[in-house]
């Protein structure tokens, strides 16, 4: 097996990928402006900064109304990447590549003053080949990459800017595996035995003909070889590709499933090159009278829109940022993410895959029209329309391909989107049968063959998932023709044409692929079978979409910016969790009795002034009954007549104290949730979600600033100014709150805290040891914590 001897990092990622694969992120520089020449090895770079990918130079601000609300009052740019690196004299005949898994945007790499390639899309995840212009031994190499990002208003919402995903370097014998080139299926699943179809893309690189081997083994979970087969592809001529068909059996599989996400590893050699591609056996089924079915078994999407950005780290990747987002997501009772509106890092499928989370995949957000990017404000002043719609002829194939060939091996993913309201009535396209439509709009009918295209393209590649396109204006696509296209029709917030559409439509396989938190909403998906379910917009407060300056962020989410549960989180979790949960929150103005959608409606707390006599609360549980308490005292119990209604209320005497939320059944205590009025600020508190980072200096720990008052209640209604900072093996990567209108820098770890807390990202350097952690507030105690670095 080919090793590098230099000092690379071996990537311990689960996407399908060759041995030798090494992480590429550390010892970068980087440059904000244009430096024509930088692509030259001798160009002096001395006085550029060091960065450790991934990087995101737009959430380094500074926000200004000046810039494009649509990204969040960010700004963009252009910026220069270098790195200098060495390859031992032993590679020497090796194929060595590197491998970008998303540059926003228009990215041009050289490798010793030789371009390799432009790629336009910021989202696509690509490969260079860079053996013919390597230098061996002592000499060095330079990367160098151009990042263009000085059309700011290109995208709705948050794009960030830079190398903000991770780079690989990979080598590989001359006869090896293609890139992407393994593609796992089951076609046939039953509990006895499923079978393994492994297709294999052979390239050989060398300058002569090659006798080629192929070995593929099937590993279980625990490593245990269950399985293999090995296959003689014949001789392969110099400079030439052969796929190669493999079968393995699998007695008694053990199938991928939201509550058990088993996963197997096919292990694929050829020569010295092997690649491993975990996979899971699984079935699903859309129908059209009855939804969808994983396993044989109905499901109902119980699903979320995320966009990419992670708060305070912006666009940069960070999977334990990630992870911390998704398993809170599901264990309020998410069952599915929605891709919004493009693909994401190629780790977020595979924690995906490992948390048991289904997953639509999102191409692209426009086609061959520019939608509206406000500037001055959401739906406000003269928008620009620059965007991927100018190179999408060009190049939507090779991205759609890209997409599909890099994930097709995630049994998460269900559903191959190809595109995001590209009907949007007006924006650019319009029908006459359509929605608001006027004279001048691009004609809709534009939209059915290139929809075609792209649904072959799709189908070529992969033919074991259907295709769907999330329909704004499903009168107009029903006029044309596109909904009929699809395999799945998505609607976008047209619940009203459900009943309709499944009359007039009875082989239409119907799913709600962007939905408003309402009750009506989730009505219409729970109580019709052939409804196959709902993507929430959305799942996590993200930046940009901004309605007026300064806000640099959308609330839409059941999280906030920082992942911290919002009220209508709990009233999501009362209708999507099995798991017995009780909750309660005040309405924020004496009437109350607002919808439980809107962000600032309920308040977590039990500090009201004493104007206001009784506080209208509400009470979210998915239990039979609930019973609230004031002080101990009973305020009555009240059952839960409607399970798609679990919303209880009371008009609560304003008495300092306790309330406390019980959820029943047959007057049994399941569940409890309480508000107890706080007293003012007195310490501060630090809660890490880990306390073992890796020392690979991208490895972060997420770290909740909580002021308390003596009694250790969080102070709800404090802005305290906290100061936060990092000593030892790691460094502090951004301190930042769920308010959206403070834009204050993330890097500065000073931060007035809202709604009582805060959260600290600290990010773990490349050498072992402890890093200790410290938050301090005038007037209140200070508050430490300390984290391995391993």
């Not at 002829?393 to 595109?419: F, K, Q, Y």
């Not at 839409?556 to 999507?576: H, I, N, T």
């Amino acid at each position: 097996m080919v090793k590098l001897t230099s000092l690379l990092l071996l990537a311990a990622v689960t996407s399908t990928l060759a041995a030798d694969r090494r992480n590429f992120d550390g010892d970068w520089k980087f440059h904000l402006g244009d430096l024509p020449g930088s692509e030259q090895p001798a160009a002096d770079d001395n006085a550029w900064r060091a960065v450790h990918l991934p990087h995101d130079w737009s959430i380094e601000g500074p926000y200004a109304a000046t810039n494009a609300s649509g990204t969040g009052f960010l700004p963009g740019g252009i910026g220069w990447y270098r790195k200098n690196f060495t390859i031992p004299e032993s590679l020497r005949g090796s194929r060595i590549f590197i491998a970008f898994d998303g540059v926003y945007r228009d990215s041009d790499v050289w490798i010793n003053g030789q371009l390799l390639g432009h790629r336009p899309y910021g989202y696509s995840s690509f490969e260079y080949d860079l053996t013919r212009a390597l230098k061996f031994g002592d000499e060095r190499n330079v990367i160098a990459v151009r990042v263009d990002h000085s059309t700011v208003a290109d995208s709705r919402f948050y794009t960030g800017s830079g190398i903000y995903r991770h780079v690989w370097l990979v080598v590989a014998p001359p006869v090896h595996a293609a890139h992407w080139g393994v593609f796992v299926r089951t076609p046939i699943v039953t509990p006895e035995r499923a079978l393994v179809s492994i297709e294999t893309e052979i390239v050989n690189q060398s300058d002569a003909d090659s006798v080629v081997q192929v070995a593929t083994s099937i590993h279980d979970n625990a490593g245990h070889e269950i399985g293999s087969v090995s296959t003689d592809a014949g001789k392969i001529a110099a400079g030439a590709t052969r796929h190669v068909m493999q079968q393995v059996a699998v007695p008694n599989p053990k199938l991928w499933s939201l509550d058990s996400p088993s996963l197997y590893t096919a292990i694929t050699r050829i020569g010295p090159d092997e690649t491993r591609t975990p996979f899971g056996i699984r079935t699903i089924r859309f129908d059209a009278n009855h939804g969808f079915f994983l396993n044989g078994q109905p499901l109902k999407l119980k699903g979320v829109c995320l966009h990419h950005d992670l708060g305070g780290l912006g666009a940069a990747f960070s999977e334990a940022a990630l992870e911390r987002r998704l398993k809170i997501l599901k264990d309020l009772g998410v069952n599915a993410i929605r891709c919004s509106h493009n693909p994401m890092a190629p780790e977020e499928y595979d924690l995906c895959d490992r948390l048991g989370l289904l997953v639509m995949d999102e191409a692209f957000d426009e086609w061959t029209g520019g939608k509206h990017k406000w500037i001055q404000g959401w739906n406000a002043g003269q928008p620009g329309t620059r965007g991927y719609h100018e190179v999408f002829p060009e190049w939507s194939d090779r991205d759609l391909t890209d997409m599909v060939l890099r994930d097709r091996n995630h049994p998460s993913i269900v559903l191959w989107s190809i595109g995001n309201e590209i009907d949007y009535p007006g924006d650019p396209f319009g029908h006459p049968m359509g929605a608001r439509y006027n004279p001048g709009m691009r004609d809709a009918n534009e939209l059915v063959p290139i929809a075609r295209r792209l649904l072959s393209t799709v189908k070529l590649l992969d033919a074991t998932r259907p295709v769907t396109q999330a329909l704004a204006d499903s009168l107009a696509s029903n006029a044309t023709g596109l909904s009929d296209v699809l395999d799945v029709a998505g609607y976008n917030y047209l619940e009203q044409h459900y009943p309709t559409d499944h009359r007039t439509y009875p082989d239409r396989i119907i799913l709600g692929s962007e939905n408003s938190h309402s009750a009506a909403a989730w009505r219409a998906v729970a109580e019709n079978d052939y409804v196959a379910g709902q993507f929430l917009w959305t799942g996590i407060d993200y930046l940009g979409e901004s309605v007026r300056y300064p806000d640099r962020g959308n609330a839409a989410g059941l999280l906030d910016l920082c992942a911290f549960r919002k009220p209508m989180s709990y009233y999501r979790e009362a209708l999507w969790s099995d798991k017995p949960m009780v909750y309660v929150a005040a309405h924020e103005t004496a009437s109350g009795r607002g919808p439980a959608n809107r962000p600032g409606a309920l308040a977590e707390h039990w500090n009201w002034p004493k104007t206001r006599a009784t506080v209208p609360v509400d009470v979210y549980t998915n239990c039979p009954s609930a019973e609230l308490f004031l002080n101990g005292k009973s305020l009555g119990a009240k059952p839960v007549a409607d399970r798609l209604d679990p919303v209880l209320h009371w008009d609560v005497p304003n008495e300092p104290g306790i309330l406390r939320a019980v959820g029943m059944r047959d007057s049994q205590e399941l569940a409890r949730f309480e508000l107890g009025t706080a007293a003012g600020p007195h310490r501060l508190r630090l809660v890490a979600d880990r306390s073992e980072l890796a020392a690979d200096g991208e490895d972060v720990a997420n770290i909740e600033v909580d002021v308390l008052d003596a009694e250790g209640r969080r102070v709800y209604l404090t802005d305290t100014a906290i100061g936060v900072t990092v000593s030892g093996a790691g460094s502090l990567a951004a301190v930042d709150t769920g308010d959206l209108r403070d834009i204050a820098p993330v890097q500065s770890g000073h931060r007035k805290v809202y709604q009582g807390r805060a959260l600290a990202i600290v990010r773990a350097g490349t050498g072992a040891g402890a890093i200790t952690v410290r938050a301090a507030a005038a007037g209140l105690q200070t508050a430490t914590i300390n984290l391995a670095v391993k």
